[in-house]
């Protein structure tokens, strides 16, 4: 069973920045693609951005294309989102996946998740 704790959420002013932590614990974290999905209040949870195992590869949503980077540390068993020019419609509750396969975490079939960390934009 892994566990998957997210970190790094807090209030910005539009333009402004966060980064976000995922720890995981209880696998071997390079045996997962990781994953980052958002959800807004009264909307499905949509998927945000993926990496591959090795970090080799990435998937993101084209609504923050050019606007937020994943990354991976697999000696410190974490996964990080950079959120640069943060949008008002950035606004969710963001939670961390892992999956098998990148292609697994996109289709959002992922096996674990994470509790979230809210992330609020103002304008």
């Known amino acids: 069973q892994a566990q998957l704790v997210e970190s790094g959420g807090g209030l910005v002013q539009a333009g402004g920045s966060l980064r976000l932590s995922c720890a995981a614990s209880g696998r071997t974290f390079s045996s997962y693609a990781m994953g980052w999905f958002r959800q807004a209040p009264g909307k499905e949870r949509e998927f945000v951005a993926g990496?591959?195992?090795?970090?080799?590869?990435?998937r993101y949503a084209d609504s923050v294309k050019g606007r937020f980077t994943i990354s991976r540390d697999n000696a410190r068993d974490t996964v990080y989102l950079q959120m640069n020019n943060l949008k008002s419609e950035d606004t969710a509750v963001y939670y961390c996946?892992?999956?098998?396969?990148?292609?697994?975490?996109?289709?959002?079939?992922?096996?674990?998740w994470g509790q979230g960390t809210q992330v609020t934009v103002s304008s």
């Open positions: 996946a892992a999956a098998p396969a990148l292609a697994l975490v996109a289709a959002s079939s992922s096996n674990y």
């Open positions: 990496i591959s195992r090795s970090g080799g590869s990435t």
